[in-house]
T-cell receptor, first 114, second 108 residues
Framework: DSGVTQTPKHLITATGQRVTLRCSPR?????VYWYQQSLDQGLQFLIQ???????AKGNILERFSAQQFPDLHSELNLSSLELGDSALYFC?????????????FGPGTRLTVL | EDQVTQSPEALRLQEGESSSLNCSYT??????LFWYRQDPGKGPEFLFT???AGEEKEKERLKATLTKKESFLHITAPKPEDSATYLC?????????FGAGTTVTVRA
């Protein structure tokens, strides 16, 4: 158990809908990262937050947004969902803002868009 | 654009049969190279960080090495519990790029 929690574990929704994925980092970790893992694309870095502020951006679509709250939990919002958004979404956390830090991954949320 | 290529895609080993996984990369300014292990349906688990050519790190039956263009993950005398997908990632500036992974299956 990495200490990172993600909810829900599974999510099934329809095209065009909007969903919110939630992540609670390990106690004491200030950075949260979001990743998307699909069969054809592998693991893709989406975005990083550090202590409430956006720190780095990867291959995140404009339909997706994220935020980190004062209690350090984070939410990833996915809107206007398409079939291709079906994937595993992982959250990871680390102590500081440096991407070189060891990242601890949560168990993931499996999103299925029908 | 940063590129990370892992080979082979899949590796089937007999218990005790040592082997190596390769991660070759093309990045503009390497800030670190990471190895992760991922079990099916679970999040990646951190194994090693390497920062400069010539650096080596070991953990149980795993040893990671780094050159200027590639990294190797050596698995010595593997056991069935070493079966997993091993992911390599490189960090340049603020972007972490992952390879597609090598799926290792160790038969008893």
């Amino acid at each position: 158990d990495s200490g990172v929690t993600q909810t829900p574990k599974h999510l099934i929704t329809a095209t065009g809908q909007r969903v919110t994925l939630r992540c609670s980092p390990r106690s004491g970790d200030l950075s949260v990262y979001w990743y998307q893992q699909s069969l054809d694309q592998g693991l893709q870095f989406l975005i990083q937050y550090y202590n409430g502020e956006e720190r780095a951006k990867g291959n995140i679509l404009e339909r997706f947004s994220a935020q980190q709250f004062p209690d350090l939990h984070s939410e990833l919002n996915l809107s206007s969902l398409e079939l291709g958004d079906s994937a595993l979404y992982f959250c990871a956390s680390s102590e500081s803002g440096r991407q070189g830090d060891e990242q601890f991954f949560g168990p993931g949320t499996r999103l299925t868009v029908l | 654009e940063d590129q990370v290529t892992q080979s082979p895609e899949a590796l089937r080993l007999q218990e005790g049969e040592s082997s190596s996984l390769n991660c070759s990369y093309t990045v503009s300014g390497l800030r670190g190279l990471f190895w992760y292990r991922q079990d099916p349906g679970k999040g990646p688990e951190f194994l090693f960080t390497l920062y400069s050519a010539g650096e080596e790190k070991e953990k149980e039956r795993l040893k990671a090495t780094l050159t200027k263009k590639e990294s190797f993950l050596h698995i010595t005398a593997p056991k069935p519990e070493d079966s997993a997908t091993y992911l390599c990632a490189v960090l340049s500036d603020y972007k972490l790029s992952f390879g597609a992974g090598t799926t290792v299956t160790v038969r008893a």
